[in-house]
């Protein structure tokens, strides 16, 4: 079955920098989209950011400019780098397949003031 591993969480202070990554295996990598989303306690899950096969991004307005997803095929991985964190940033972050049902484990980023 379809499987993903998340690493790169941890406690940063307000406006350092973490670097999430999503490694899928047994799934044809290259043609489905990859998406990062964050929970919190209460609330539901929020997608952050996605992006297509093709490469095509797209951004929660909150984490615009200071979030970037990228991929790298050859590796079946899946990257969210987060800059200028903000302790509102704090949160389990989860990667997904697109239009699936299939997540990662949930990394935790905590984002001190």
């Known amino acids: 079955q379809v499987q993903l591993v998340e690493s790169g969480g941890g406690l940063v202070p307000a406006g350092g920098s973490l670097r999430l990554s999503c490694t899928a295996s047994?799934?044809?990598?290259?043609?489905?989209?990859m998406g990062w989303y964050r929970q919190v306690p209460g609330k539901q899950r929020e997608l952050v950011a996605g992006i297509t096969s093709g490469g095509t991004t797209n951004y929660l307005d909150s984490v615009k400019g200071r979030f970037t997803i990228s991929r790298d095929n050859a590796k079946n991985t899946v990257y969210l780098q987060m800059n200028s964190l903000k302790p509102e940033d704090t949160a389990v972050y989860y990667c997904?397949?697109?239009?699936?049902?299939?997540w990662g484990q949930g990394t935790q980023v905590t984002v001190s003031s």
């Open positions: 997904r397949v697109l239009l699936s049902d299939y």
């Open positions: 047994r799934i044809l990598f290259s043609i489905v989209g």
